[in-house]
């Protein structure tokens, strides 16, 4: 996902991409005679232990998970063409626990998107049938998401390391079968690994608006995904999109209106539904005065 600015994306940011802001920049605090209390990472490297602390944070240029016990920096690699993408790559600090889950369930319920091989939903997902969620963020909304329907798998697919492993653990700590993650281009993953009409749904909230107009080609609401995407959804599927980016909810109901596989089940915007939880990100929005927008449609059979 990620779309949404609140889920950097890989670990070195494109040239072409603008430049990088939020919690990346950490100021250093000045000496004192008194030990200075310790950050949160800080406290939890030491109950984890320096094994751990130093599996989070390697050495500038080496990979994360060497042994590929996790995610992949780059899993499509070079199999797949370069193209002007819709995310911004960046990485942000692992806390040792979020490795320690990645490390524990990515071979279970982690999938890198290499685009060399289809996934089997059915066999992903024990039988569910499998909404795809496109930047989750952290992760919290879509756990409450799968808590509050057990019944529906949850393909969540980002490329934020940190946010990948909060969600592994926030699935086992709530005991969430039905969550899995996809780590990479969510365009590889639907044109090259998923099967035509297999999925129930597609979310996709917050995403990058990237306001500025030169930057609009990397919004990832464009008639050209949509197509894509139509193609990989069963009829009835419900797509579900989100935003408090006023332009770009214009866009989005312009594009997705205009796809001849989709019905809008509102006469415009949609009210915002009691199963989407109020995200981190949503809240910083209307509290700057921001208007969200959600937007439903139906697959056509």
């Known amino acids: 996902m990620s779309e949404n600015p609140a889920t950097p994306e890989t670990d070195v940011a494109r040239a072409d991409a603008p430049a990088a802001d939020g919690p990346e920049a950490r100021a250093q605090a000045p000496a004192t005679t008194a030990p200075a209390p310790q950050p949160p ?8 232990g320096a094994t751990a602390a130093s599996a989070a944070m390697p ?4 990979p994360m998970f060497p042994d590929g016990t996790g995610p992949a920096a780059d899993p499509a690699g070079s199999h797949h063409e370069r193209r002007i993408r819709s ?12 490795a320690d889950a990645l ?25 569910r049938p499998v909404v795809l969620e496109i930047g989750f963020g952290m992760g919290e909304a ?5 808590a509050a329907d057990p019944d529906t798998g949850i393909l969540g697919c980002d490329v934020h390391t940190p946010g990948q492993g909060n969600l592994l653990a926030l699935a086992e700590r709530n005991g969430l079968s039905n969550i899995r993650v996809a780590n990479g281009d969510a365009i590889i993953l639907l044109r090259e690994m998923l099967a035509p009409g297999s999925l129930a749904g597609l979310r996709v909230f917050f995403p990058d608006p990237w306001p500025k107009k030169r930057h609009h080609k990397r919004r990832l609401i464009q008639p050209e995904f949509v197509s894509l995407a139509s193609t990989r959804l069963a009829p009835g599927a419900l797509v579900h999109c989100a935003t408090d980016w006023e332009p770009y909810a214009e866009q989005m ?33 209307l509290d700057k005065g921001h208007v969200v927008h959600d937007l ?4 056509l059979g």
């Open 41 to 48: 990472v800080a406290q939890e490297d030491t109950r984890l």
């Open 59 to 62: 050495r500038r240029g080496e």
């Open 87 to 98: 995310f911004q790559p960046r990485r942000s600090r692992v806390s040792p626990s979020q």
């Open 103 to 127: 490390r524990r369930l990515w071979p279970k319920w982690g999938r890198d998107i290499d685009g060399l091989a289809r996934i089997d939903l059915d066999e992903f997902f024990d039988g």
């Open 142 to 146: 879509t756990a409450q998401m799968a």
């Open 253 to 285: 109901l312009e594009v997705l209106s205009a796809a001849p596989t989709l019905e809008n089940l509102h006469p415009s915007y949609a009210p915002r539904p009691d199963f989407r939880p109020l995200t981190k990100f949503e809240g910083q929005g």
């Open 296 to 299: 439903m449609f139906r697959r």
